[in-house]
């Protein structure tokens, strides 16, 4: 396949190699997060079965659009996105549980999932903040997003 030529007119920023490595790395965590919360969204079961299995959704939806989010301004900035099965494969987070999980279990792991990627996107932030302020309101908005829901999933396995 042959590549495509650099624009004749390039964006009035291009992002460092730091800046876009950074990106890459919180693509690759959230686009993976959208992967396994619906493995997880397919396969809980057990009491309070319905209100998890919207509340994964919603994970779904941030990760989602955080995934377009993040490779838009990485090509808004000049950087190549790569979100192929293999890049994706390369993610911080937890291996998903592959068969039916009860619900207590599925948050936990929901959990775990949601913190690896914050903990990714907490450690780029530096070097996001340093080099593009205005990537750096993406990543925090994400961020900020993610542990909400983290908070919301782990109440549910809250006891007194």
């Known amino acids: 396949m042959n590549a495509v030529s650099a624009p004749a007119v390039l964006p009035s ?25 619906k ?3 397919w396969n809980v079961v057990g009491p309070n079965f319905r209100d998890i ?9 941030i990760a989602r659009d955080a995934s377009d989010t ?11 996105p790569d979100g192929r099965p293999e890049a994706v494969a390369g993610s ?5 549980p592959a068969d039916l999980t009860i619900v207590a279990e599925a948050v936990t792991y929901e959990v775990a999932a949601i913190n690896a990627v914050v903990t990714t996107l907490r450690d780029i932030h530096k070097v996001v903040d340093e080099t593009d302020a205005m990537s750096s309101g993406i990543i925090e908005d994400i961020t900020l997003r993610l542990e909400q ?12």
Do not use: C, K
């Open 13 to 37: 920023f291009t992002a460092t190699p730091e800046l876009a490595d950074a990106l890459q790395h919180a693509l690759v965590d959230v686009t993976s997060l959208s992967l396994v919360t």
């Open 39 to 41: 493995q997880i969204h």
């Open 53 to 61: 299995h919207l509340g994964l959704d919603e994970v779904v939806t």
């Open 70 to 80: 993040i490779a838009e301004r990485m090509r808004a900035v000049n950087a190549v």
């Open 92 to 96: 911080t987070l937890p291996t998903a």
């Open 149 to 160: 829901q983290a908070w919301f999933l782990s109440s549910q396995n809250y006891t007194a």
